[in-house]
Every structure is written in C-alpha cells, then in structure tokens.
C-alpha cells in the first residue's frame, strides 16, 4: 500500500518517519495485516536515505506495531495492541450545521436481518435475475464501450430513456416519449432534483398523513414548510390541502403505508385543485407492477391536460435497492431547468448499470422477472392475508389494498410495543407509526413479503399469534 508521509517541520527525519507511520497504524489507516512499501521504496520517494526509514521501521518493529518477514517485506501487526486506538475527526465544536438539520433524524445505517423479516419496502435478492444481469454487465463494460473518456449528458443513457418510456407506456399507462425522461439515482433523487428546481425557502409542500418520511424529510430540508394532509379510504383528502401549498407529493397508485389506492374521483379533484392554484403534483409510483386484484387506474400523469404533475418511478422495488436507477417524466417546461440541477448533482448517473437495464427491458426480460416475482409475491401475500383473516383478525384488521409488497393492519395492541416484542422473538416488525407525523399516529403494522420466503411465514404468523395473546392476557 502507498504510505502518504511528509517531511515538513524540524526535527530528526527517522523520528518525523516513526511518528506519522505509527499516527496511521494507531488511526486505523493502515490496517493490521497490510504491507508496508520496501524501506528502499520509500526512501526513494522520500528523498532520504534508507537508513533513516529503516530506523524507523526497526522502531517500529521493535514496539510490536511492524513485523518483518523474510522474503516477503514488513507488516502491520495482526498482534492485538493494547495500545491501539481509533481516532476520529476533530470535534470542530465551532462548525455546527444550519438548525434545520439537526430536527432531522439521523442517516441510518443498514438494518440487521431477523429470521422472520417482515419489514417493508424491499425486494427478495434472490428473486433478482442475477445471471442474466451479469451478462449484460459484462457485454457493457467491453473495451469498446470503455474508450469513451468524457462525460455523459445529464438526461441519462438514451437507450434506457427510450426503453423507460415505452415500459411504463404500456406498464402503468404513462404518456410519454424518451425525450421528457430523466434517469436518477433512485427515486428520492428525482424527489431532491423536484425539490430543488420549485421549492423555494418558506413555501409549503403537502404530504399525506401517514406518509412517506424521506420525501417528507427531504422538503423540510430545502427550506419548505412541510405540511401533512390526511387520508382515508379513496386515498389524499383533496379538501384538506392548505391553500398556499405550492407542491403536493402523493402515492395514488397505492398510498404508502396503508396500501389504498387513490379513487378516480379524488384524482380528477386533485388534478383541478392543482390547475385553480398553479401547484405542481409530484407523483410518486413506487411499485406498480406487483399487482394482485383489481385493475390499476389511470395515472395522474395520464389525466393531466394542464402540465402540472411530474411522474418519479424506480426500480428499486423491481430489481434491487442497491442499483440506484430511478426516473421522472416532467412537463417540458421544467425540463431544462431539471436538467441542469442533474449536471450540477452528480453530472449524470452510472451509466454501465443504464445501459444493462435498456437491453434488460428491450429484451423482454425485466416484464419476464416482474412475472416470475409477482406470483412469488402473490403466494407469500395470500399465507399472510388468510392469517389476518382467520387467527389473527380477533388482534390485526387488515387495510384493503391490491398491490405492493406489504399489508398494513390495525390492531387494538400498543403496535410500537408489540414490535419490540417481536424483535425478541426474532420477527422483524415495522409500524404505522413510524410514518405517522401528526399528534395520533396510527397505531398499527406494516407486513412486509419481500424478505421472508414462503416456508418461513407459518411459523413466523404463528409466534406473532402467541405474543399477540400473551399481550391481551389470553
């Protein structure tokens, strides 16, 4: 490994060696087990002699922090050191971030995984067509398609932005041709690029109460005040929405977390209270190929005549968290502007991994893997539905809904207790309430059937039956 190490200051040069190096073994910069360059290496690019390097390796060595071996060069120990210690970055107590910041939760870290996983919002990995995947890869990263040294435009790879067009054309019904399309990083950057070209310091943006917390989350952090505006049974209440809302954010296809979609009369009020107030409706369909009944409605996006909703999809749920492709289609109006909030983010989105997914989908094999996954999704959700309506409907009432990879259910238990419990018994649980942001939040579950394969949802239903009656003393 390159050892970065200056010689600037006064004092013994072997000392100034033995310092830095011993800085970066105790930082944890160089790991235990990593090899050092040869003394004559490093002196070399130090301009000193090799002795004073090797004095300091010798030091070094001595202290137990280095071990030579003959043949092969000088270590780091693998030896445990008591003296051994991580240090971080300086404190800097003088440098705080704006306010706003710290009323946001934290970043969180990737959760671990239980043996009964039903949290929400993740695909199963190993439903992921992984070899075919790799085939593709391998075909775009050839010498030929490598040679191009410069950057890419901001709209993505035109090849997937033709295939994304026609998908959802004929998918979910969504009017559009490649040149209205934008290739993001998953959806919550199409949602930062929207946020940032419309929203402005103080303007109000309505979310649905439950709701979505990242895209929440992500407004109040551009400066607007975020407001939540309930939902029922059809879906967003359209007579709820504060009058100087200039964005509205909405889940129609099937609202997250309760699953309900969003009936043809709230859609077409919303769209008309859009149009009487001069606000844009960023919707937001995150997963409707996982349909189970009934048959999807038209899209917001296809009833718009007056250019005021930008559609965000992703395949985060499709395929898999980690890829990172996501999409909006936007009026003209607002795609120049779009555009160059994309170049100053990140410039353009990996472009590999796009070019994958436009011969994945030309080729009909994403539509073959969304059927495949689909009726996988179909069977572990109908075990789960028929326990909410036989075992456990004295504790859990099920929210209607016909797609996506979880069921939302009521419960007359404290929900957030219930989870806890469960966590100790090896289920992962997530509640209602976490995407609650009003004063009652729901008291309630999400189910998810992404993670937990079929032959694990008995047993798992079954041990959340024996704490749900332990927890109404039965």
């Known amino acids: 490994m390159d050892v970065q190490v200056t010689l600037a200051g006064r004092g013994d040069l072997a000392a100034r060696i033995y310092r830095q190096l011993l800085d970066a073994i105790l930082d944890g910069r160089l790991r235990a087990g990593e090899r050092l360059p040869p003394s004559r290496e490093l002196a070399q690019q130090l301009e000193v002699s090799r002795n004073t390097v090797a004095t300091a390796y010798e030091r070094l060595t001595a202290e137990g922090f280095l071990v030579g071996k003959v043949g092969a060069g000088t270590f780091v120990s693998t030896e445990p050191l008591t003296r051994l210690r991580v240090r971080t970055a300086p404190a800097g107590l003088g440098v705080q971030p704006r306010s706003l ?189 996982f349909r189970f009944s009934d048959r999807p409605l038209e899209p917001l996006q296809s009833l718009d005549s007056g250019g005021r909703v930008i559609y965000v999809g992703s395949f985060s749920k499709t395929l898999l968290p980690r890829l990172r492709l996501g999409f909006l289609v936007a009026p003209a109006s607002l795609q120049p502007a779009l555009l160059a909030a994309k170049q100053l983010t990140d410039w353009h989105s990996e472009l590999t991994n796009q070019a994958a997914l436009a011969r994945l989908i030309d080729e009909g094999l994403l539509a073959r893997h969304i059927r495949k996954a689909a009726r996988e999704y179909a069977a572990r959700r109908a075990l789960i539905l028929d326990a909410l309506t036989t075992d456990l409907s004295e504790y859990l009432t099920p929210v209607p809904s016909a797609a996506w990879l ?37 008291n309630g579950l999400a189910l998810g059937y992404g993670l937990i394969p079929q032959p694990r949802i008995p047993a798992a239903l079954d041990r959340l039956h024996t704490l749900l009656r332990a927890l109404v003393g039965r």
């Open 406 to 442: 979880h069921l939302a259910a009521f419960t007359r238990v404290d929900a957030d207790h219930l989870a806890d419990e469960a966590g100790a018994a090896g289920i992962a649980l997530e509640t209602l309430s976490r995407y609650s942001f009003g004063p009652q939040p729901l």
């Open 101 to 289: 910041w710290k009323s946001l939760p934290p970043a969180t870290m990737e959760q671990q995984t239980s043996p009964y996983d039903f949290r929400i919002g993740l695909p199963d990995p190993d439903l992921f067509p992984l070899q075919t995947w790799r085939r593709l890869v391998v075909r775009e990263l050839r010498a030929s398609a490598l040679r191009t040294t410069a950057y890419s435009g901001p709209a993505g790879h035109p090849a997937l932005r033709e295939a994304i067009a026609r998908y959802i054309g004929v998918s979910r019904s969504v009017r559009t041709g490649a040149d209205d399309v934008l290739v993001t990083s998953g959806a919550q950057q199409a949602l930062d690029l929207i946020g940032r070209v419309l929203v402005e310091p103080g303007r109000r943006v309505a979310v649905e109460e439950p709701g979505y917390p990242p895209a929440r989350n992500l407004f109040a952090s551009q400066g607007a005040r975020v407001s939540g505006v309930p939902v029922d049974d059809e879906g967003l209440v359209v007579e709820a929405l504060p009058d100087d809302a200039a964005l509205v954010y909405v889940t129609p296809s099937h609202q997250f977390p309760l699953g309900t979609p969003m009936s043809l009369a709230r859609r077409t009020a919303l769209l008309a209270w859009a149009d009487r107030r001069g606000a844009v409706v960023v919707e937001d369909d995150y997963d409707s190929e």
